[in-house]
T-cell receptor, first 118, second 115 residues
């Protein structure tokens, strides 16, 4: 069965600190996608990144970076030099579909609430 | 603004009733996804349509159904509503036909309250 675990329910850090949000997943598939989404206090959902299981290269986008390690089934998200605007709930998700036509499902973790304190 | 619109923004109804939530995807996006976010269940994937065809079902109840029309807008129908159906319902669109499209653009959500 597929599963996504975000063990950190809530994290608080002081502005400008770096923070890493953990995501551990379980799947029997060899091909899959991993995602991160952000939900700020205003409530909308924002797609941050999609990574396929063939690509283990780390990705950096501005202050955001993602570390994908198949060996530990983890897809961790780091915010460098955090800002108050980064305060949000962050969700990690897993999808087992890479081939059009197969059933696809997206499994979410329970989210990590991140507080950036000024 | 993601370009995805959802109506209505808020909906209050009673148990046993039926409601329809509407989603208009971004121009050109053929995939529409529906998600439910509740306090009890968290964020759940409900269903995915691509160009009018159902691609996959997630944790969607039998009392719920969805459709994608030729103009690509989608409707989520919720019937025999129960208190536990109170949630925020999001739709998202993507140009990608695969599950969890390359980039998904989310609408603002419809907040449903069942009394």
């Amino acid at each position: 069965a597929q599963k996504v675990t975000q063990a950190q329910t809530e994290i608080s850090v002081v502005e400008k600190e770096d923070v890493t949000l953990d995501c551990v997943y379980e799947t029997r598939d060899t091909t899959y996608y991993l995602f991160w989404y952000k939900q700020p206090p205003s409530g909308e959902l924002v797609f941050l990144i999609r990574r396929n299981s063939f690509d283990e290269q780390n990705e950096i986008s501005g202050r955001y970076s993602w570390n994908f390690q198949k060996s530990t089934s983890s897809f961790n998200f780091t915010i460098t030099a955090s800002q108050v605007v980064d305060s949000a709930v962050y969700f990690c998700a897993l999808s087992d579909l890479l081939v059009v036509g197969r059933d696809d499902k997206i499994i979410f973790g329970k989210g990590t609430r991140l507080h950036i304190l000024p | 603004d993601s370009g995805v619109t959802q109506t209505p923004k808020h909906l209050i109804t009673a148990t046993g009733q039926r409601v329809t939530l509407r989603c208009s995807p971004r121009s050109g996006d053929l995939s529409v996804y529906w998600y439910q976010q509740s306090l009890d269940q968290g964020l759940q994937f409900l269903i995915h349509y691509y160009n009018g065809e159902e691609r996959a079902k997630g944790n969607i109840l039998e009392r719920f159904s969805a459709q994608q029309f030729p103009d690509l807008h989608s409707e989520l129908n919720l019937s025999s509503l129960e208190l536990g159906d109170s949630a925020l319902y999001f739709c998202a669109s993507s140009p990608d036909p695969r599950g969890g499209g390359e980039t998904q653009y989310f609408g603002p959500g419809t907040r449903l309250l069942v009394l």
